[in-house]
């Protein structure tokens, strides 16, 4: 039985399995977007997640840690240069796994594993329904955007009939 095992094997040994993850975790920081099936891709995101926050703090022993785990130079520079520097802020969820329908070979289920930054299709749709001033949130309620809200209009008919 396989109780509690989280770990999608793929069909392969552990040393085979660690060779791919690190070999499509390179290819996705070299090109932002790669295609694969998707248990491929589902596995590559709890792969290069944790390996994307280490790289947002820039130290020697970070670098070493990510060098461990992708034996690749120039995906530590892109990853710690040009990412780092895009994802900073995110509190995590630097990847999208978009199903693409099916290989014509095999019938495999195919998928397109990007990085959430990159894409600026997304990114230009959701800055533009941003507005200039951000949501305040508040433990205690929902409503009290929509209260302070109501307050300030108030206040101002208040002015305006007193001016009169």
Known sequence: MRHGDKVNNL???TAHRHALMMNLTNSLI????IFTTLAKAKALRGFVEPII???KVDSTHSRRIVFTELQSKEAIKELFGTIAV??????GGYTRVIKTGFRAGDAAEMAMIELVDFNEIYTQNKNAGKTSEPKKRSRRGAGTTTKKAADTTATTETTTETAE
């Open 11 to 13: 069909g392969r040994k």
């Open 30 to 33: 070299e090109h932002k977007r």
């Open 53 to 55: 926050t280490r790289a």
């Open 86 to 91: 895009k994802v900073g802020d995110r509190p």
